[in-house]
């Protein structure tokens, strides 16, 4: 009986499979990382959705001049906090430290107060009440983003 030999080119193709596996991180969905990153992202939407909201709304007069000016202020402050904040976390590359965590609370803090001041000086503000609705669901959005980061 002959003895059976394996082609070289197998054994190659199941090396470089073997290897290719070893070396690819399988993504784990628990990931602090991966959430971190999903709630950024959705806080950063949320306020670019937001300011389309709000430039409709005063272009078909459901707001008032003067509340348009508030809101463009406080999504102003709000936005520059979250691009820092987003900026910051799209740059982790692995766990945060104890000087990382530190830094990024103190963001996300900043975000936190920015959103505060965005609702309780912009959106509780506005008078049509159809349009407080449609920009706090903004905010519960954000909120919601913000509460991802509550493990830090």
Do not use: W
């Not at 690819?24 to 992202?41: F, G, I, S, T």
């Not at 912009?122 to 449609?134: E, L, Q």
């Amino acid at each position: 009986m002959k003895p059976r030999t394996i082609p070289r080119l197998h054994v190659l193709g199941l090396i470089v499979f073997s290897l290719l596996l070893t070396a690819c991180p399988q993504d784990n969905p628990n990931d602090p990382l991966r959430k971190y990153a999903k709630a950024v992202d959705n806080m950063a939407g949320a306020i670019n959705s937001m300011i389309k909201a709000k430039r409709s709304l005063a272009s078909n007069g459901r707001i008032s001049p003067a509340e348009d000016l508030t809101l463009t202020k406080a999504l102003l402050v709000a936005n520059e906090a979250v691009t820092v904040f987003h900026t910051r976390v799209k740059s982790l590359t692995v766990a945060p430290d104890a000087s990382t965590k530190a830094e990024l609370i103190t963001m996300l803090n900043n975000v936190t107060t920015a959103i505060d001041n965005l609702n309780s000086q912009g959106v509780i503000g506005v008078s049509n009440a159809d349009s407080k609705s449609k920009l706090a669901r903004f905010i519960a959005t954000i909120k919601a983003a913000i509460a991802v980061f509550s493990s830090l």
